[in-house]
């Protein structure tokens, strides 16, 4: 049977080592900190409230800095959800040859892929765009021989998970639910996008 390492701070000893080091060298620290401030006349408290602030305006910064990013890439990507929406109530129209249509004669429009080849593609999608970088061509592999009639049946199994958009990852309440779409275009770049409507028009 292996022995838990001593060293690890999982190991109660060490953690009750660790603790009574601190406590006591607490008192140390404060009275040096107090004695180079009487050196210093207070320099040392100067700086570390300057390093605080300066740290705040740097987190600020890069929070503001994220939002903008958020919000360029979230303009494209919205309209490519509401797309998608459209597209959905096409297919699904009951009067299959209405003239608003926007993908043209829905009832024209087959579905060629089963519900589970649906979701094990849906699947794929979701492995593809939930870490910190994409992989492009499984997306590919993924939205390859397939119809709008099957690229919504697949949106469908991939439902809206929620999305960060600073992280491209899944995330969790509050960042908002998202759709197929919305995901691809906020993960890919321009010409990956134009690459995916080549594959199937219209789909964005």
Do not use: C
Request: proline share 5%; glycine share 6%.
């Amino acid at each position: 049977m292996s022995k838990t390492p001593t060293h690890k701070l999982g190991n109660p000893v060490a953690i009750a080592n660790v603790a009574s080091a601190a406590s006591k060298a607490a008192p140390k620290v404060k009275k040096a900190t107090k004695k180079v401030n009487a050196d210093t006349k207070g320099a040392l408290s100067w700086v570390i409230v300057a390093g605080v602030a300066i740290t705040g305006i740097v987190v600020l910064k890069a929070l503001n800095n994220a939002s903008k990013v958020t919000n360029i890439i979230g303009s494209g990507a919205e309209v490519a959800s509401a797309t998608l929406d459209e597209i959905t109530k096409a297919i699904k129209d009951p009067n299959l040859n209405a003239s608003d249509s926007t993908v043209g004669n829905a009832g024209e429009i087959p579905l060629t892929i089963t519900e589970a080849e649906a979701q094990n593609r849906a699947n794929l999608l979701l492995e593809a765009m939930n870490w910190p970088g994409t992989n492009f061509q499984r997306i590919k592999q993924a939205l390859t021989n397939i119809t709008l009639a099957d690229y919504v049946l697949i949106a469908e199994k991939f439902g809206t998970p929620r999305y960060n958009g600073v992280t491209g990852t899944e995330a969790y309440w509050p960042m908002p639910k998202r759709n197929l779409s919305y995901w691809l275009v906020a993960e890919l770049d321009d010409n990956e996008v134009k690459e995916i409507t080549t594959l199937l028009p219209g789909i964005f």
